[in-house]
């Protein structure tokens, strides 16, 4: 059992220190907050085929679920926590998202 | 009200689906002895919940952008490997119980590794758990307010109902043939595994370790995967409204690979060396 545990956990190691090692490479960063069940701003404009990184600060005192089937990301983003999420480069058009823990907040990123 | 509880349902959902088969199944073969390993795997899937959640919340920085992430595709995985060998295990039990024969298989306990459905029973448990801890906390942080409190009751209601679920398979699984239960539940389990696979590549794409694909198709319109009953569809057998093309070609992937290791002919013992309609006393 212990090898079939120890295998998965070095797995998992490898791909966190490439993560970290791809993130680390300067994106544009563009805010976005959530504040009274909102999304600010509710549309977020980005340059298209160009990655980027989401960064996401909850002021809400509950915990929201940054959500968005488009993109395939699902990230909780903790009560008066910031995240940052690493989109990959989009093709033009409209990308929708909301919080899977309230989900009438919605909003969209427009890549143009 | 409405909102939680669909949310706490369907996070439930497949924990409690996961659950009441390992239980089933356990007891099928007559190791209701064994019931501890799916029940220490369960409660360790709460608490590693409880953890990540509180974790999560503690944390920041690297840790919280990335953390969660590489948790989160670290369990879809292990649960797609453990989901595959259990189902293929369950499969050849089916086939080597002949007619509807119900009878104890004891070498059940000594050729299947029963700790597996221990963990089966926890990456269940563990893959929704911290998020569902999160959204339960900041719901209780409000139950103060009486919308608050009606929010927090309807989730509470939601996992209760999850929960319900999950027994009621466990009481109706009890009267179905064993043969008939393992060829229905390994059928179920490799359509949930091959979601579960699908969504795994689908994350791995979206971070930028797999190649971008276009979306293969768009029922958004007809189905929503995220509205009530799209949602279910998607936890149970991994329906997406909007998959990218490679989301689709690796569900219907694993489904090739893993439905001919499982349906397929078996590679070894084959099934004419016994007499038909005799049951063999050492089938397993």
Redesign the interface.
Known sequence: MRRLVGLPLAALLALVLLIAGTAAAADTQIPLTIEKNQFQPSEVKVKANAPFVLVITNKNPKAAEFESKDLRVEKVVPAGKTVNVRIRALKPGTYAFFDDFNQQTTGRIVAE | MG?PFV?TLREGFEAALILGIVYTYLQKIGAERQYHYVTRGGVLGVLASIALGVL??VL?G?L???????????VI??AVVVLTWHGYWMQQHARAVKGEVQRRIDEAQASHRL?IVGVLAFTGVFREG??TV??L???M??AASPSGWTSAAGAFLGLAMAATLGWGIFRSGRHISLQRFFAVTSVFLLFLAAGLFSTGV??L?????LP?TPTAWDT?FILD??GFVGGFLNGLVGY???P?VL?AGSYLFYLLVAGALLFGPRPSKPRSREPRGRIPAHAA
């Open positions: 909102g949310v999560v919340t920041s690297p919280l952008d990335l953390g969660p992430d590489v948790i989160g595709l670290g995985f292990v700790w911290a998020e999160l959204f906390w900041g719901l942080t409000q689908g994350r794409e979206a971070m930028g370790f971008q958004s995967d995220h997406r409204a909007r990218s989301e």
